[in-house]
């Protein structure tokens, strides 16, 4: 069955980088986009981004623009999501999905914690 | 890109039906039928409940529909049970491979 499973929790330093994991299985990695989608606590969802595993293109929400960066490693069927200059607003759990023009299925989340 | 305007919460007795509402632009929901729906029980990740505006994956039951109007989508919960009491999550598509959730919808069921 398809399944994507995430790194675990960080806790990290304002001013620092986090890299989250998604890795993929139960069907061909490069032949769907995958999003990434955050979640601050209580708040609702918030789109991130889309890497196509194939080529490895990008497309980032404006938000995100200089500060986020999606890879993918095709040996292994991962993709990472890293997110630079943390700062205690982007405490949230960071989630994959499988694209289609929907996302199906979710990763199972990574909590990020940013605190001095 | 704003987040497309869900009510925060509605509500409804075991077997009544609810509509949550979903409203952007003609930049996004107008303009595509993209419009897919998920459910978010607490803790959990989100599940992909209606995709295409109003296409249900294998597996989700008949009691969830989906509709578009305009630059208003909708997802209509018939005959409510107890385990449709969930936090509701509309998303579509807005060109250049971007996306935009909704605000989140309670569902609470009395």
């Known amino acids: 069955q398809v399944q994507l499973v995430q790194s675990g929790a960080e806790v990290k330093k304002p001013g620092a980088s986090v890299k989250v994991s998604c890795k993929a299985s139960g069907y061909t990695f490069t032949s769907y986009y995958m999003h990434w989608v955050r979640q601050a606590p209580g708040q609702g969802l918030e789109w991130m981004g889309i890497?196509?595993?194939?080529?490895?293109?990008?497309s980032y929400a404006q938000k995100f623009q200089g500060r986020v960066t999606m890879t993918r490693d095709t040996s292994t069927s991962t993709v990472y999501m890293e997110l630079s200059s943390l700062r205690s607003e982007d405490t949230a759990v960071y989630y994959c999905?499988?694209?289609?023009?929907?996302?199906?299925?979710w990763g199972q989340g990574t909590l990020v914690t940013v605190s001095s | 890109q704003s987040a497309l305007t869900q009510p925060r919460s509605v509500s409804g007795s075991p077997g009544q039906s609810v509509t949550i509402s979903c409203t952007g632009t003609?930049?996004?929901?107008?303009?595509?039928?993209?419009v897919s729906w998920y459910q978010q029980h607490p803790g959990k990740a989100p599940k992909l409940m209606i995709y295409d505006v109003s296409k249900r994956p294998s597996g989700v039951p008949d009691r969830f529909s989906g509709s578009k109007s305009g630059n208003t989508a909708s997802l209509t919960i018939s005959g409510l049970q107890a385990e449709d009491e969930a936090d509701y999550y509309c998303c579509s598509y807005a060109g250049s491979y971007a996306y935009v959730f909704g605000t989140g919808t309670k569902v609470t069921v009395l």
């Open positions: 003609s930049s996004d929901v107008g303009g595509y039928n993209y």
């Open positions: 890497i196509n595993p194939s080529g490895g293109s990008t």
């Open positions: 999905a499988r694209a289609k023009n929907w996302f199906d299925p």
